[in-house]
């Protein structure tokens, strides 16, 4: 059954044609990365997904029910990690559930250990790494009771190493939880390795190019990166980025 | 407070020379008493005249009090109603900015036409010097709120007014308290100068009094209890501050300190 399916968003800011008639679904609990230049819409998609803005036509449902325009279904997690610097660790991770009712401290506090951040419940965020704060919010989407995630770009700002650290506790942590995910990056790599489903978005207007099912078993193991059909995948998916003279982290 | 002396005592030598260059020079030039009393004569000035003016720094400090309450609390309250009405906001804030170029103690001999004497003309006064700064610095605070966070509670379903509470409001704090500061010491000016214009006590009195009898001592009392009495409120809101916000960053509370 499919968690949200995308039907034929179309959008424009005045002459500027954005988004190209984007039709695509994503199953339930299952993780799709979506691949696309810089600057050819995938925030907008977000918005539009997130129900925040309106697309110039077409529908998103989730669950079957139409929630084109209609906020409330989707926990996102931006690009930076945005906590609120006045609220502890606890109270940050807790806010999607103060949003819509309930707070369930206990399996906040589950989550924060999980996420090797025990011992920073009552501390502040700027008492912490960059990589910790991503964590925290990766945790607060994870809490929240909506039941997709979107995840735009969340790890760019990240160095490499403790990239491939959160791309790994990341993917643990799904495996247990078991979301539908929707995740934004520009990085070939890092789309191979974490998804089930990889869209290709094509340059403006954008419109979805291409789709690879990644063959890859779970749990995935960090050394698939070096395996020679990993090689071949990115391969793959570069020539096909390429064709429409993209930069790309390759 | 170690910290504080450590760093301290430069300001505070410059302070103690100043003060005893004064000295000598009144001694040295011998200046009249009337044109400028030594730092001795206003000390012991204070001292004796204190049953004098004591009646006049209570009712200053109450007029102070009263005035920054209101004016503090209108301000907030205008800087919600802006923020949170578009309409209201693009109709006003333009004004607001403008507005604020004007010194408004220049109204004050007006409101002493309309509103004779007592508190009110004072309070309105006090009011309006208040009520710019932090209209404006909470409007600010406002709008620079996290974009991607007020992105991430709408997608979650946040109602505009969870949005204001649990993002805005808070966000604002800070900048809040920058405009409490400004506003704190200039409702001290403010009821000063309104005392000058017409009042039975405060002082803003006692001063006029001072200076038309030429007991220049006298005035140079009220200059320091003002100075005083705008320091010590500005410590209590930073006071205020320090409690309430405890989540500013390190490095920012340690350049402050
Ligand atoms: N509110 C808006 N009004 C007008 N134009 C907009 C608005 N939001 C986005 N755009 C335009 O839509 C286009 C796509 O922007 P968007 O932020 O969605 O790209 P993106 O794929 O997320 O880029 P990046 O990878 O750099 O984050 C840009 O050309 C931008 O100018
Ligand atoms: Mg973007």
């Known amino acids: 059954m499919s968690k949200l399916e995308v039907n034929a968003v179309s959008k424009s800011f005045g002459d500027n044609e954005v988004l190209r008639d984007v039709s695509f679904s994503i199953s339930d609990g299952e993780f799709v990365s979506l691949l696309g230049p810089s600057g050819s819409g995938k925030s907008t998609l977000f918005r539009i997904i997130g129900g925040i803005a309106q697309p110039s036509s077409g529908t998103v449902k989730l669950d079957s029910k139409e929630i084109t325009g209609k906020p409330g279904s989707i926990s996102y997690t931006p690009q930076s990690p945005s906590l609120m610097p006045w609220r502890t660790i606890l109270n940050n991770v807790l806010l999607g559930q103060e949003i819509t009712g309930s707070r369930d401290e206990h399996k906040a506090l589950e989550m924060i250990e999980r996420a090797g951040l025990k011992g920073y419940e009552n501390s502040y965020p700027h008492e912490l790494s960059g990589g910790m704060k991503q964590r925290v919010s990766f945790i607060r989407s994870m809490l929240s009771p909506q039941g997709l995630i979107l995840l735009d770009e969340p790890f760019s700002a990240l160095d490499e190493f403790t990239r491939l650290d959160m791309q790994k506790w990341l993917l643990s942590i799904w495996e247990l939880y078991q979301r539908s995910i929707l995740f934004v990056t520009h990085n070939i790599e890092e789309a191979l390795f974490l998804s089930d489903r990889i869209i290709i978005l094509s340059a403006k207007p954008a419109s979805v190019k291409k789709e690879f099912i990644i063959p890859f078993k779970r749990p995935r193991d960090e050394r698939i990166l070096l395996s020679e059909e990993f090689l071949q995948w990115k391969k793959v998916i570069y020539e096909e980025m390429r064709q429409q003279d993209v930069s790309v982290d390759y | ?257």
């Open chain 2, 1 to 257: 407070m170690r910290s504080f002396l450590q760093k301290g005592w430069r300001p505070i030598l410059v302070i103690v020379l100043l003060l005893l260059g004064w000295q000598l020079s009144t001694i040295i030039l011998q200046i009249p008493e009337w044109l400028l009393p030594s730092p001795t004569q206003i000390v012991r000035e204070a001292i004796t005249g204190w049953s004098i003016f004591s009646g006049h720094i209570t009712s200053t400090i109450q007029l102070i009090f009263i005035g920054f309450i209101i004016g503090s609390s209108i301000g907030i309250f205008v800087a919600i109603a802006l923020h949170l009405v578009p309409i209201l906001r693009e109709a006003f804030y333009p004004l607001i900015i403008i507005s604020q170029n004007i010194p408004t103690i220049v109204l004050a001999p007006l409101l002493v036409i309309w509103f004779g004497f007592g508190m009110l003309p004072k309070i309105i006064v006090i009011t309006l010097v208040c009520f710019f700064p932090i209209t404006i610095a909470l409007l600010d605070g406002f709008r620079q709120s996290d974009r991607d966070l007020k992105h991430y509670m709408q997608m979650a379903g946040a109602t505009n007014r969870q949005i204001f509470w649990k993002l805005e409001w808070p966000h604002a704090l800070p900048a809040l308290f920058s405009g409490l500061k400004i506003s704190a010491t200039y409702s001290v000016l403010g009821a000063v100068i309104s005392e000058w214009l017409g009042a039975s006590e405060g002082i803003g009195v006692y001063m006029t009094l001072a200076s038309s009898s030429f007991r220049t001592d006298r005035v140079f009392v009220a200059i320091f209890i003002i100075v005083i009495l705008s320091l010590l409120f500005f410590g209590i809101i930073l006071l205020l501050e320090k409690g309430l916000i405890k989540w500013k960053p390190k490095e920012e509370r340690e350049r402050h300190e």
